[in-house]
């Protein structure tokens, strides 16, 4: 691991350094275009007022549509966000935190711990939105990390919990995943796609993964929702779960992928294919040293829905 | 020329690495600090509302990130333009094929040793989206380059 990490250093530190007299600059050659910038914010400013002006009336109406929406994320097709509006998802999490640090020796080390969190999250089409989260304390996810912990020097009663959080983003603050161009009745043109939109090298373990990504806090619609279950389906190692349980009983259909030791559960509401939760547990060797049995991490959602601002949350069911 | 600022300059020196490393991993040696150096820039200029953010890093990133956009277009994941052969070859192929947010993952919290908390304000996602960026990252690069004893 240390090789892999001093080559991942190496890469980041190839480029020079930034004196600040370059961005001194910078500066001074950007002031020679403030007219220029002027006359462009005006142009923007009044085309903004003229066409806010004209589709007033038409926003509203789009607005009034999405909000009476009982349930808009089961829709066939993706919901429609009027602007102004956010997706909005709620979830409780045991999720797994690793931290890196070096010896005297310059030896890297890895200290996993699990970490109760609660989540909620506004996110709208351009990216703004806010994220709001609390944590209960960690617990350290194997002995081992306990004694990498105390080797480190720390006190295992300094495991802290984490500050809640509330931080609101402007627009492409958040990354927003746009899913309305996904197919959703050609299972290789999904799988292209989802290369594409998704990132990564192709291969089970990224499909499998970007399945998730698509259902996890997005606008899918519940045909490509279902889809994304059908695609899981054929990926080589995947298999069904027919009587899956999220971690808080709810009970619904699975897809399990099981590598290195780990099997990674997606489990769905059978009806409307939206994710109930996941999770993660040890079922066999790992090269992590975890124990067979124990639990990694898991993810409920309790609750989704379009509101009309950062603050508003949609009524339950 | 207006002289620099003391608090600019001990934001400086503490904004610009963490700055440069995180853009290089998104985009590259030459556009990752190419951005960071723009993002800098801005700060300068903008000094006195960013003296006063929560998280002037995270805004940094993402005007670093808008100044490269230009460049992205109609590309729906970002990846390097290029293979640069600054390290071992094959080590930067494998980096290349990572996504965007698992370089940045991968690369300032294995290689730097930031938090999942740290990477997670400064990209604007949960610090339980950057351990999956984090674990996709390192099994790809793992796998590409074979290293086994880490799985």
Redesign the interface.
Known sequence: ?S???T????????????R?S???H??QR?RARPVVYAGIAFATIVVLVGVVALTRTNSKNTSRVATRSPAPCDRAVACPIATGQFLYFKSD?L????????DKAGA?HQISTL?P?H?E?WIAPDGSGR?A?TSGKPTFVSARDKEEWVARGSDPTTLNV?APSD?R?GP????WTDTTQLPTTDTEALRVALD??????P?P??DF?HVGDMLRETNASRDLREALYRFALTIPGVTQITDARDHSGRKGIGVARTA?GFENDLILDPNTFMLLGEQSKVVGP??AGRAVGSEQGW?VYLRSGIVDSVTAVPSPG | ?TP?SEAF?EF?ASA??RL??AL??AYG??R??EA???A??YS??HWSSVRRMQ?PLGYLY?VG??KTRPRLVRR??S?PETV?P???PG??VA?A??????RVA????????W???EVA?L??????TV??H?E?G????????E?R???
């Open positions: 691991m090789d892999l990490n080559l991942l250093r190496e890469y980041a530190d190839a480029a020079p350094p930034i600040q370059e961005i001194e910078r500066r950007r999490a999720s797994g935190s690793d931290e890196m640090w070096t890297a970490v969190n989540r999250i994220i989260e984490p931080r983003f492409h603050g958040l990354g594409r939109v998704d990132g990564g090298t291969s373990g990224e993964v290195f790992n090269q993810t | 020329m620099i300059e400086f610009e690495p440069r490393r290089v991993a040696l030459e990752g600090r960071a150096a723009e800098l820039a300068w200029e998280n993402r990130q808008s729906l994941t990846r640069e600054i390290v071992e080590f930067t980096l094929g990572l996504s965007e947010r698992q991968t690369v300032l919290i294995h290689g730097f040793g938090t999942h908390v304000e990209i604007g996602v949960s610090a339980t351990q999956n984090l996709r390192m099994s790809a690069l793992r796998e590409a380059l290293v004893e880490d799985v």
